[in-house]
């Protein structure tokens, strides 16, 4: 299993170098390509003021920050640092975020996260799409991936966006389809070893002796079978019987019987009826 953490962050502004602070972070775990929805987000409290500039960028002022935890607390930092394990982080332009988040912990005396760890959508973008404008909302467009949820720019929205975009950057519906393929298989192999138990109780007789009278034997042999009365018939066939039509190229004439409903028919044969103006021969 392939365990990876799409991350989204967002800022006061561009530079920490300059003053600037994270002030939101939003992580979504999935595993082989498929989101587990399990998630990490939180606000925090950047203990500065919020450049209007940003604030248009992603709607979070500074009042409705103050307060929010920051970065060093516990339940922020332990957290996010719990969530994300070792597994790869995932980000679009992959060098800002990594910035920031190595800025905030550098600050508290905390490892920073190994440039080796993370993956840039960005780059893996412009791989596959050369000299073409790659932003995210670009790439969701050229997806068809809903910016429905989209008003302004938020980790949590942007990360869920982001997943869909990287698994269309490592395969998209073809990934897809090797992941259904591959659940169909082990479905198949996990019947495939489930042994039957012992039949709760007997099935039913295929034929009775109400149904074998009642179902009309092949049409190629015999047409309307009927039951022929109570008893025997004046040739002293049995009560189940219908006529025979005339065999291909003969001159016979017969009349199909049983001995039972569900014993083979027996054809009784004998010389045509007269017809008009002849006699049979």
């Not at 530079?15 to 929805?37: K, N, Q, W, Y």
């Amino acid at each position: 299993m392939a365990r990876e953490i799409v991350l989204d962050t967002e800022t006061t502004g561009f530079e920490p170098s300059m003053g600037h602070r994270m002030v939101e972070i939003a992580c979504l775990e999935i595993d082989d390509f498929v989101p587990t929805g399990r998630s990490f987000h939180t606000y925090i409290d950047p203990c500065r003021d919020m450049p209007p500039d940003a604030e248009r960028v992603h709607g979070l002022s500074a009042a409705f920050l103050r307060g929010k935890p920051r970065f060093e607390h516990p339940e922020v930092v332990d957290a996010f640092l719990d969530f994300v394990g070792e597994a790869p982080l995932i980000a679009h332009n992959a060098g800002f975020d990594r910035t920031f988040i190595n800025h905030e912990l550098e600050t508290i005396n905390r490892h920073p996260i190994h440039e080796s760890r993370w993956i840039d959508t960005l780059a893996l973008a412009r791989v596959r799409f050369p000299g073409m404008h790659n932003s995210l909302d670009a790439l969701c467009k050229r997806f068809k991936i809903s910016l429905s949820e989209r008003e302004k720019h938020g980790a949590l929205v942007d990360a869920k966006l982001l997943a869909a975009v990287y698994l269309e950057l490592k395969g998209g519906r073809e990934r897809r389809l090797e992941l259904s393929s591959a659940a169909m298989v082990s479905a198949v192999a996990a019947a495939t070893r489930n042994a039957y138990g012992v039949r709760p109780r007997p099935l039913a007789p295929l034929s009775t002796r109400r149904s074998a009278s009642s179902t009309p034997a092949s049409s190629a042999t015999w047409s309307r079978a009927r039951r022929s009365g109570s008893g025997s018939g004046s040739s002293g066939f049995p009560r189940y019987g219908g006529n025979v039509t005339k065999a291909e190229g003969g001159r016979q004439w017969g009349r199909l019987f049983f001995t039972s409903p569900i014993d083979p028919p027996a054809i009784a044969v004998g010389p045509l009826p007269p017809v008009r103006g002849k006699t049979a021969a």
